[in-house]
């Protein structure tokens, strides 16, 4: 299998896993294991002055994992901006999942607001992935701002519903010359493995491990569904037949009857 | 003086600086971010960072999302 490589950096893995949701920090750090994800998302939340017990960053910090910060919380590029600045400050680096979703019942991120922060953020040396809508037209901009890859998204964020958006995902990784990073709405590895059928670079999960019955088993299910998808690419998929008219695998041959 | 820390009040002493600040907190050395009005201090300019009245703190850490 390839490695990935985003700005400079290789990856063994082509699975990202979020950190939301899941029921303790231990969970979550026993499925970001089994998974082998070397991408791990994190957010930002205001200090609680009377609870030093809250530590979640001990769990996902492992000398093979690059985190990931988001900006989710953020209206617009300003505070975009302002929370890449906080982010690289806290977590010491230049990367960051770039997310601005003003509208909190859909959460689909703001397109203008997007490319905007894409544009400043590269300027001041930030290795942005943006999420975005899976608009291919957007994707190319977000691309000529200096995005190191582009994530769009496959269905609203936590729906579990699939890759709803597949026929735009495909223009999008057809014309992209970063890597396709799908993100969001993947709820089952079959819809992890048929993205990276079509040759996405990467999949993002969260909601789909975080909330299985056994989250450790789950991030293993979309390890193995992420490299099989990856690996059916990479191979050479066959072509679907236009009719239902079968072809014939064995020999038609009657021996048999003779 | 009066600032505020995550819009909570707190009654500290006249130019009081950053690093005063971050000691009297606790912070953690690392994992943790500081802006005074809006603007992100790094961890190099506390030091010589003054607060000053009404000044509004805020300090972010990690949390899991998505």
């Known amino acids: ?258 | 003086m009066t600032i505020y820390v995550n819009n909570q009040k707190h009654e500290v002493a006249d130019a009081l600086r950053v690093d005063e600040l971050a000691a009297s907190l606790q912070l953690p050395p690392q994992g943790v971010a500081v802006a005074v009005d809006n603007r992100m201090v790094p961890r190099a300019e506390w030091e010589r960072t003054e607060l000053k009245a009404d000044a509004r703190v805020v300090i972010i850490k990690a949390a899991c999302g998505g």
């Open chain 1, 1 to 258: 299998m390839e490695k990935l490589i985003i700005a400079g950096r290789e990856f063994n893995s082509r699975l990202f896993l979020g950190t939301g949701k899941f029921n303790s920090n231990e969970i979550m750090e026993q499925a970001i294991l089994a998974s082998s994800t070397e991408m791990v998302t994190v957010a930002m939340k205001r200090i609680e002055l009377n609870d030093k017990n809250d530590d979640m960053l001990k769990h996902i910090q492992h000398p093979h994992i690059q985190l990931l910060p988001n900006t989710s919380g953020v209206r617009d590029a300003e505070e975009a901006v302002f929370a890449a600045q906080m982010a690289r400050e806290a977590f010491g680096t230049n990367w960051l999942k770039l997310e601005i979703h003003p509208d909190p019942r859909y959460l689909l991120p703001d397109s203008v607001e997007t490319l905007k922060a894409t544009e400043r953020l590269v300027k001041m040396g930030f290795v942005v992935l943006p999420y975005c809508q899976a608009d291919p037209v957007l994707c190319r901009q977000l691309e000529e701002a200096g995005a190191a890859t582009v994530m769009p998204l496959a269905a609203p964020i936590g729906t579990n519903k699939g890759l709803q958006t597949r026929d735009f995902l495909r223009i999008i990784i057809e014309q992209a010359g970063v890597p396709v990073v799908v993100d969001a709405g993947i709820g089952a590895p079959s819809h992890a493995a048929e993205a990276m059928e079509m040759g996405a670079s990467a999949c993002l999960v969260n909601t789909a491990i975080a909330v299985a019955g056994d989250p450790v088993e789950m991030a293993t299910a979309f390890k193995e569904a992420v490299v099989a998808g990856r690996r059916a690419y990479e191979a050479g998929l066959g072509t679907v037949a236009h009719s239902f008219e079968a072809s014939a695998s064995s020999p038609l041959t009657a021996f048999l009857n003779d």
